[in-house]
């Protein structure tokens, strides 16, 4: 009786909704992926496992250990790995590759793949990574690390000139690009604001760039709806008692992000920093206007300088909007300009690039 075919374990420890596990769906689901026979390895149902199972990719659910812990050191992480292994000989499975879904994947990776004689595979994603995370959690052993976006790629080839790092950048699906939706006549009454309550999503900063507009006559009935949950001050201070109540709302999480979009005309990404930044590609993919810091790959995308701000720069943040206001009605039809940018995104951040990249990248280990 012949073997099964081996199979590829992807480590992603969270399920619910996010930059991280958006962009690992994408991958599993894709259609040219599946000759590697994914497999998703999470600690929970969520959003994620929900997604790839509808699209046929299967999963093993397990509580993931604290892997920096000591104990998680000591014996957690050989455990984790034993019932894993357990799990997929009950399934008549065994794997070839095993792929962390960022540098928190990355010593249970290592462990998994010892203990099974695989290859083992990594992702780097997260913006704020620093050398001493790169070093404790022991990215530079897997046989392959992938990088998602430029500026991380750089630091990490600072961090270790002596390994070769692929850039292999997150991507979108084409059926995620939509028709642009109508230009409004006026200057959006209510504004979107991606991103989270952490502090380098730049929320503080696009409440400063309020406050500055506010002080020379911001229209009071302009509002800024935030995708989430206010933070603790003593987290993020947002020092929203500077203004008057209703200029901000906060809108909570949801997983329809992309039906979100669509109920503005305008919407506003503030962030500090990103690793690739695929939320505002999303709001492109949309259709609709987006006013973003320069993070990321978006200045890749948007071209049209009106429509970008300087990361971390407040002032600047409340000229883009000041201007943007100001030439609104007397812009024109600009839907060339965001069709241009939707083209860039496939041609450039499309995930079946990604998925082709990434076997590539399998197959050169042989």
């Not at 969270?14 to 958006?22: L, N, T, W």
């Not at 998680?72 to 499975?93: E, H, K, P, T, V």
């Not at 590609?281 to 071209?303: D, K």
């Amino acid at each position: 009786m012949a073997n099964p075919p081996p199979v590829t374990l992807f480590l992603q420890q969270r399920p619910s909704k996010g930059g991280a596990q958006s962009c690992l769906a994408r991958v599993l689901c894709h259609p040219k992926m599946q000759v590697c026979n994914p497999l998703l390895v999470t600690a929970a149902q969520g959003w994620l496992t929900q997604t790839v199972q509808a699209a046929g990719v299967p999963t093993l659910i397990l509580p993931f250990p604290r892997s920096r812990s000591l104990k998680g050191r000591l014996w957690q992480n050989r455990a984790f790995s034993r019932r894993l292994l357990s799990a997929l000989r009950d399934r008549d499975m065994h794997p070839q590759w095993i792929h962390g879904n960022d540098h928190w994947e990355a010593l249970l990776t290592l462990e998994v793949a010892r203990m099974s004689r695989a290859k083992s595979a990594l992702f780097l994603r997260t913006p704020g990574m620093t050398a001493r995370d790169y070093r404790k959690y022991r990215c530079a052993e897997p046989d392959l690390v992938s990088v998602v976006g430029e500026a991380l790629h750089s630091r990490a080839q600072g961090w270790d000139g002596g390994r070769t790092f692929s850039l292999i950048h997150d991507g979108m699906d084409a059926a995620e690009i939509l028709p642009l939706k109508p230009k409004a006549l006026a200057f959006p009454q209510k504004i979107l604001v991606i991103g989270s309550h952490l502090d380098w999503k730049g929320w503080a900063d696009l409440t400063e760039a309020v406050f500055q507009l506010e002080q020379q006559g911001l229209d009071p009935a302009i509002e800024f709806h935030f995708t989430g949950h206010a933070p603790e001050p003593a987290e993020n201070d947002l020092k929203l008692s500077r203004h008057a109540e209703g200029r901000f709302k906060f809108l909570g999480f949801t997983d329809a992000f992309q039906q979100r979009i669509l109920q503005y005309d305008l919407v506003i990404n503030p962030s500090r920093q990103e690793s690739f930044g695929m939320a505002a590609l999303e709001v492109v993919g949309a259709g609709v206007p987006l006013l973003s810091s320069r993070s990321g790959v978006i200045e890749q995308v948007i071209h049209d300088r009106r429509f970008l701000f300087n990361a971390h720069d407040p002032a600047d943040f409340a000229r883009a909007i000041e201007q943007l206001m100001a030439q609104w009605r007397e812009a024109g039809d600009w839907s060339p300009h965001w069709q241009q940018a939707q083209q860039r995104i496939m041609e450039r951040f499309s995930v079946d690039t990604t998925v082709t990249k990434l076997l590539a990248a399998y197959a050169a280990f042989g």
